[in-house]
T-cell receptor, first 115, second 109 residues
Framework: ETGVTQTPRHLVMGMTNKKSLKCEQH?????MYWYKQSAKKPLELMFV???????ENNSVPSRFSPECPNSSHLFLHLHTLQPEDSALYLC??????????????FGNGTRLTVT | GENVEQHPSTLSVQEGDSAVIKCTYS??????FPWYKQELGKRPQLIID?????GEKKDQRIAVTLNKTAKHFSLHITETQPEDSAVYFC????????FGTGTSLTVIP
């Protein structure tokens, strides 16, 4: 299945590094999302883009910076992260985000480790 | 905002038995309830969903029930197989998706 593709699959970075996560969706959806998945916690919504416009920023620290150049691509730029930011970062897309008429389609995620 | 609670956190069943996972939600305005299955190292994948105007939905061995009055919904898996072993997440949509904490299901051959 190639609906939502994320790269890289794994990333190890030091606290002073700068890196970016990439997501691409081939489903023709209008909205794209970043979620953080940590052990024993619910999926945490970070950012939502609807038709390239950011519609949600869930009080995410500024060391995470999203970018959505078009409806098919989404980036998450990372800088000066903390060890507690280590987690699985999932990208998702959906067709009709405001009305909840369609489910989220997830990518395989990027496993991030901050050392 | 919405609060979704999911139980149990872990569940072990013998192959062929049934498994039931329960979720409760707090916002009566929530109107869409998907269930996701996440195998180890893989993406969460939608397995079944239900909307607030429906009480029950079935898809082969999987069923979901919704009680709007009590604000709870459940996932039922019958005739479990080892490949059903995974983490299952419930979610509720009000103005955004709110997820439960997941249930790790192990089916023992």
């Amino acid at each position: 299945e190639t609906g939502v593709t994320q790269t890289p699959r794994h990333l190890v970075m030091g606290m002073t590094n700068k890196k970016s996560l990439k997501c691409e969706q081939h489903l023709g959806h209008n909205a794209m999302y970043w979620y953080k998945q940590s052990a024993k916690k619910p999926l945490e919504l970070m950012f939502v883009y609807n038709f390239k416009e950011q519609t949600e920023n869930n009080s995410v620290p500024s060391r995470f910076s999203p970018e959505c150049p078009n409806s098919s691509h989404l980036f998450l730029h990372l800088h000066t992260l903390q060890p507690e930011d280590s987690a699985l970062y999932l990208c998702a897309s959906s067709q009709d985000p405001d009305r909840g008429r369609s489910p989220l389609h997830f990518g395989n995620g990027t496993r991030l480790t901050v050392t | 905002g919405e609060n979704v609670e999911q139980h149990p956190s872990t569940l072990s069943v013998q192959e062929g038995d049934s498994a039931v996972i329960k979720c409760t939600y707090s916002d009566s305005a929530s109107n869409y309830f998907p269930w996701y299955k996440q195998e180890l190292g893989k993406r969460p994948q939608l397995i079944i969903d239900i909307r607030s105007n429906v009480g029950e939905k079935k898809d082969q061995r999987i069923a979901v029930t919704l009680n709007k009055t009590a604000k709870h919904f459940s996932l039922h898996i019958t005739e479990t197989q080892p490949e059903d072993s995974a983490v299952y997440f419930c979610a509720a949509f009000g103005n955004q998706f709110y997820f439960g904490t997941g249930t790790s299901l192990t089916v023992i051959p």
